[in-house]
DNA sequence: GCCGTTTTCGGCCCGACTGTTTTCAGTCG
């Protein structure tokens, strides 16, 4: 709608506005048909009013929506395409449609190379070379990459900028310092004095394949591997303002500006100003505090609530990697691993944990080596030895049961009854219907032996998309039921979303942070879950592995004799 | 189209870079 009414030349606040309410049911992190189902009165949420939430309805109900069609017809839809197109805007694609009644790609290919473009005010020849290129090589908005791809990428660029003399301090900002599971490109914010000379030092960067744009304080390039990367220098006095601003996210920070507003106070990349004299832009503490607010973790800043939590006090201290005592979902060489159980405790005891849960899979993984019945009595009693050669730490006894099509678990209760915990999982069948898949995980979590669901969507990320399952019955579920729910720390998974463990913590559902590492250096992976975690809001207390050993086993056994 | 601790009308985040201009519009983040 908003890509239409701007290329119609509507008023440009009116496209704003549809821009605005995408952009809070885009944040909510909940499915927005969800919340309607419970009775959620979306006016209720920013930037959406009477008129916006009728619209939300009618696309739920009919799943069409009558103004876009209305709108199509008076605009061709194909003109969408041409705004992909970087350097066409709105403004100049209505003139190319105005003009030369240019629809599609293919139009304005022609147009271009019969020189009617260049008739148009506005078109030199500089964009139009740039049109074309786009056109030739297709160029669509960059796919999202995984974070954890990026971060060496983006280590490997600092460590070359921190070469240059002139570069004083330097940050990582954007949805990278927001700890999003993909971002879709890096942006750097440097503080220096001689900034031309940092921008120089950037765009000769020898991973640079292409400069995008340069001037004194910030460049765009694009490097080898695909990536855009944005820098952007400020003055040492700017340095908290401008990483805010640069942090985003942008709706979190459009609203930052508008509270600043609010109090008389203008917010931008340099500071906060009260007329023309700066109080602060030094740090991000600074910014937040002439706001009248404590400083809101990167993590945090998604215009969800975090803002209101701040202004009353009542922002979580988030979980850090430092609070999670264990792991309760590790894999050996039994099954589908590649150590055997002394390496992944001593692996373990490196990174400071106190316990680890051995849970490997069962049978019915066969590809996995799935344990049977008989293969688990046997590796109860390696855990038991293991547990006599190990001091300071303990390993728990568990299994990854596979969650079979109707809900029943895969081994027999008599061996599960022999387990500290049992870890639930969907390997197969991701294709039931929404009410099938969520009947099938509820059913294995009345199970009398069951602890937690395992990567509750089966979501991976660039690979697989998560099967359709009701995530709030879950959570009330495992609420009702006193078990827990699994944030697996595996790059491409991290299921639960963050909108999920937001839930589950709402609810007072515990989550386990599990690395599900199948390697001893696989427990590193637990960074990308408690990163995940922060961003669902989640307190050290909110999380099941950040408790103490006796403290966890008492929780556990109260799962289980809970049936 | 949304919104309100001055407002139900009249505002709407704010600035850098590019290209095409001779002072700025369009685009982008």
Redesign the pocket.
Known sequence: MADLLDIQGA?P??A???R??ARTVRGLGKDVGDLLAHGLDL?T?????????AKIVEIRETGNLK?LEKLRTQVPPTLEDL?L?????????QALYNSLNIQNLDGLERAIRAGQVQEL????????E?ILAAIASQRRKKPRRLRSVVAPEAEALIAYMKESRAVQQIEIAGSFRRGKDMVGDL?ILACAQRSAQVVDHFVNYPQVTRIT????????VVLTSGL?V?LRIVDRSSFGSALQYFTGS?AH??RV??L???K?L?????GVFRGARKIAGRTEASVYRALGLPLIPPELREARDEIDAAREQRLPTLIELGDLHGDLHVHTAASDGHADIMSMANAAKKLHLQYIAITDHSQHLAVAHGLSEKQLYRQIEDIDKANENVKDFTLLKGIEVDILEDGRLDLPDHVLAKLDLVVGAIHDHFHLSRDKQTERILRAMDHRYFSILAHPTGRLLTQREPYAVDIPRIVEHARARACFLELNSQPQRLDLTDGDCRLARDQGVLIAIDSDAHAPNDLACLANGVLQGRRGWLAKSDVLNARPLPELRGLLQATMLGN
């Open positions: 008023n606040f009116r704003r506005a549809y605005n309410g006016t949420l920013p930037g959406i009013g009477t008129d916006l939430a103004a705004l197109i970087p350097g066409l805007g709105p403004r100049r694609v005010h506005g078109f030199g020849a500089k964009i139009q740039q942006d744009a340069q001037g004194n304080t910030r460049a765009s855009d944005d942008k920070s459009i500006r508008r600043a507003q609010g008389d203008k917010l931008n990349e340099y």
